[in-house]
């Protein structure tokens, strides 16, 4: 590493923070005071009230951000459940400085008797070691772990029957409806609060973790493609077309494709070229690989069996190098199937769509054109989108139209481009830090001869 970049930190990750609204605040205040060691952020608050919104306030800023913290166990699983996170997670932990910091505001509001208390969501081991070190007994204090997003619903009848059988003085929760709850009922609670040098390490292991996310993505991405040598040709012909002919029909659709995921083509040779992007956006486009670029649409729409090999690297060179390893592979086995190969050497093997698939790919077809169909009734309704000239989305205005959360929304953009009603524009760029806007062209022409033909 350069002079220029030791100790630097070449992005601001955005960090959204994700709990209870008082306690996204405090972390919040804390976070604007807490950057260091050559470390910055920008800090996002994903606040809810109730534990059942967490995932429709994250949902709301999930694009822009590069790396979510939780307030906790609880909101991190009920996230997760919900719809899978997008984007590198973790989450404060409650043991540690946070509960010697609770275990000690309980001793000096002097009527709490910490030997005697229930405590939820921490492991029992955590809460015997911190006893032990303290030299407390711990044999009258009671724990129930937290388990999955179903626990709270236990927690607050376990700390109500221990409290009123004169077993306990206080209860100790980290979950913020748990602690009204038992406030309510007359249970004296104290929560479990993280404190600042809990929030500091929490706060720069998300930083790293979104800056970790970001430089992956921002890997240089080199596929060769290469249409195998036959005898009389470079090229294998498809039905009449000459070999100029099917050239520059195959350069034009290598054009198409790499534009939806931000690339560039160049000629390699007279019957190879190279594909120029970020890992990030390959990923976008391929959905993590589960559909082959350009392979398929060769294959579908010229006749073609093209080769495809992906190298990656941090620098041009090593990913070109990477890409000619991959490429060595495919063709050992015959253009069946296609390899990744990592930065690191590590070799992810990508399978071709054979005769077998054909079944999915008629389903997935279908929930195109379904969605497509649904999406420009939607459009006519408002305000007669679809007759302004060229109607330009993104997910936002798309789980709108079809009420459907951006997640789900983005993946049906996809299946749209995959199809071909729909092109992926280049990412809106903007000044500020976060990912940038994904637009999407529908091609509303190409879904009326589509649906004409399927009339």
Known sequence: ???????????????????????????????????????????????YEDETEVARELARVEPDLDVCLFAGPLPYDLARKAS??????????????????????????????????????????EIEDAYTDIGLPIDDVHVLEYQSPDSPAEFVAFHEELYRR?????????????AHRLSASGVPVLRTMP???????????????????????????????????????PLRTAGDLGYQELRLALHRLLLDEARAMGATVLPRDDHSYHVVATFGSVVAATRDFSVLPFVET?????????????????????????????????????GQQSYVVGHDGHVLQLSGRSRTRRATYDDTRAKALDTMARLVDALRDTDGATEAGPVVVDATIVAELLAVTPRTARRLLLSLVELGLAWQMPPLRTPGPGRPRQTYRLLLERFEETDTARA
């Open 1 to 47: 590493m350069s002079d220029a970049y030791e100790g630097a930190m070449p992005y601001r990750p955005v960090v959204g923070v994700v709990g209870p609204t008082d306690l996204v605040e405090q972390i919040m205040h804390l976070g604007a005071d807490l950057s260091g060691d050559g470390l910055e952020w920008r800090l996002v608050g994903v606040a």
């Open 195 to 233: 404190t600042t040098e809990t929030i500091r390490t929490a706060l720069r292991t998300a930083a790293l973790l979104g800056i970790g996310n970001r430089l992956e993505d921002s890997q240089i991405a080199i596929g060769i493609i290469e249409v195998p040598a036959v005898a009389g040709g």
């Open 166 to 178: 004169g077993t306990t003085t206080v209860a100790l929760t980290s979950v913020r409806s748990v």
């Open 84 to 125: 899978e996170i997008d984007v590198p997670a973790t989450f404060i932990p409650l043991s540690g400085s946070a509960l010697y910091g609770t275990l000690l505001r309980a001793a000096l509001e002097g009527r709490h008797d910490i030997r005697r208390l229930s405590v939820d969501s921490i492991p029992r081991r």
């Open 298 to 334: 060769a294959r579908r729409e010229l006749g073609l069996d093209v080769e495809l090999g992906i190298g990656l690297g941090m620098t041009a060179r090593d990913a070109e190098a990477n890409a000619r390893t991959a490429m060595s592979r495919a063709r050992g086995e015959d």
